[in-house]
């Protein structure tokens, strides 16, 4: 199975790919994460990633294409991939629809998290973490047992993220929704995009992205 997972920040991307690669033994492949990867590996593409980088440019769609290309070569990737960040315009979904027929697979489904953005705020805004062990709380879903107390390692320093903010979950929205705009009415016109309640308990969520990928094995 190869899918796209969309959703803005705090949809709980992260968490779902995550439990993808525990249960399905599928690979989230990050952009971000891959560039990072390639460079400190110093891979012929990573070196050539390296060098815009430094030059203060941005990676160009070839560079990123080779990366994912390269990623893909991967033996860990045979179970399936889940692209996150990437594709983001019509040239990068073309881009992806090749690289996968050319290692004889294709994109299976697109997969998006979608979020009332109101919730999605209080979600993110009142989220913390405790400064030693990193456990983490929320102001209206999850206080310590003890207030003041970290539930896991007993301190009593906790800290937030500085652009855990309304003003900057509201940018991310904005820009999520810009960057998706160009690319979702292509998978609708294949009909593989499906869209799941992010807002529901990460179980409910799980179980849901589950089903979908069941139905289409």
């Given at each position: 199975m190869n899918i796209i997972l969309l959703g803005p920040p705090g949809?709980?991307?992260?968490?779902?790919?995550?439990?993808?690669?525990?249960?399905?033994?599928?690979?989230?492949?990050?952009?971000?994460?891959?560039?990072?990867?390639?460079?400190?590996?110093?891979?012929?593409?990573?070196?050539?990633?390296?060098?815009?980088?430094?030059?203060?440019?941005?990676?160009?769609?070839?560079?990123?294409?080779?990366?994912?290309?390269?990623?893909?070569?991967?033996?860990?990737?045979?179970?399936?991939?889940i692209f996150d960040g990437y594709p983001?315009?019509?040239?990068?979904?073309?881009?992806l629809d090749l690289l996968l027929s050319e290692r004889g697979r294709k994109l299976d489904?697109?997969?998006?998290?979608?979020?009332?953005?109101?919730?999605?705020?209080?979600r993110i805004t009142g989220r913390f973490t405790c400064a030693k062990c990193g456990a983490g709380y929320h102001d209206t879903f999850k206080q310590p047992a003890v207030e003041g107390v970290c539930d896991v390692c007993g301190s009593d320093e906790f800290k937030r993220r500085p652009d855990d903010n309304a003003e900057t979950v509201r940018t991310r929205m904005a820009e999520y929704?810009?960057?998706?705009?160009?690319?979702?009415?292509?998978?609708?016109?294949?009909?593989?995009?499906?869209?799941v309640d992010g807002m529901a308990d990460i179980a409910q969520v799980t179980t849901e992205i589950e089903a979908i990928l069941d139905r289409l094995t």
């Open positions: 949809a709980g991307k992260g968490t779902q790919a995550s439990r993808l690669e525990a249960d399905r033994g599928m690979v989230q492949l990050s952009t971000g994460d891959m560039l990072r990867a390639a460079v400190k590996a110093g891979t012929p593409v990573g070196l050539q990633a390296k060098a815009v980088m430094e030059a203060g440019e941005l990676v160009s769609d070839a560079i990123v294409s080779a990366l994912i290309g390269e990623r893909l070569d991967v033996a860990d990737t045979a179970n399936g991939a983001r315009t019509e040239a990068q979904a073309e881009a489904a697109v997969i998006e998290l979608a979020v009332n953005e109101d919730a999605l705020v209080e929704r810009a960057k998706t705009a160009p690319i979702l009415p292509i998978y609708e016109a294949r009909g593989i995009v499906h869209r």
